[in-house]
């Protein structure tokens, strides 16, 4: 189960509605991609952002002031800048707009590197080094249907909340809104166990640290102080 036409065979099952023609088969495959958005959203808040994150790089070229973000971002959780010549990482501060003519004017805050995230462009300002690097973690948008099927076996057949919210849809079009509501009860339990999962991938604790009182970080950190 979880290819698009899986999850709206399984949805129209749900609902007694394999002969139907009262939804679309349009309408059928706009409700489980939108479906399968919303259930990500849910997973992603349930199991938190980072059981979720990616990691990528940005080389720098000096001069460079705007790079490309992935185009499957969805939430940006943390960057660092990279010195290619000694591998010493530190946080990568978001510069405000409001501050951009320290940059353009050149002063002292323009030495240190920042980023800002427009729409989906990365723009750099501060003292970047060519061969100097941002590293980065996010949340990526939801996966393609076409290779979600793989996605949800790992994460327990959630698709199965896919197809009752889809069914769900359809009765209600067609009028049987009781048949909807009986679905109901299946959904809520779905929730439910994505609820009990919540926390449980990884227990470890997390370790509460003072980054910009260390003094690892007091020379990046005491300048930004507006």
């Known amino acids: 189960m979880g290819t698009l036409s899986e999850l709206v065979s399984g949805a129209k099952g749900r609902a007694g509605m394999e002969k139907a023609d009262t939804v679309s088969q349009e309408e059928w495959e706009k409700w489980t991609q939108e479906a399968h958005e919303a259930l990500y959203e849910k997973l992603v808040t349930a199991w938190g952002s980072e059981h979720f994150a990616r990691q990528r790089t940005i080389t720098f070229t000096a001069g460079t002031e705007e790079y490309p973000a992935p185009s499957d971002l969805y939430t940006l959780l943390h960057v660092d800048y990279r010195d290619s010549s000694t591998g010493r990482r530190i946080p990568m501060k978001k510069w405000e707009l409001q501050h951009e003519h320290r940059y353009i004017n050149q002063d002292y805050y323009s030495s240190r ?46 698709d199965e909340w896919i ?27 779905v929730e439910r166990r994505i609820d009990r999962m919540a926390g449980t991938k990884d227990t470890e604790p997390y370790e509460i640290v003072d980054d910009q009182g260390a003094s690892e970080y007091y020379e990046y950190y005491h300048d930004w102080v507006y």
């Open 113 to 158: 590197p920042g980023y800002r995230l427009i729409e989906y462009t990365f723009h750099v300002r501060g003292n970047i080094q060519t061969g100097n690097q941002m590293v980065f973690w996010y949340v990526p948008l939801a996966p393609e249907l076409a290779v979600a099927g793989d996605f949800y076996k790992k994460l327990q057949g959630w």
């Open 163 to 189: 197809e009752i919210h889809v069914a769900q849809k359809a009765l209600v079009k067609e009028g049987s809104t009781e048949e909807a509501m009986t679905l109901g009860a299946d959904k809520g339990e």
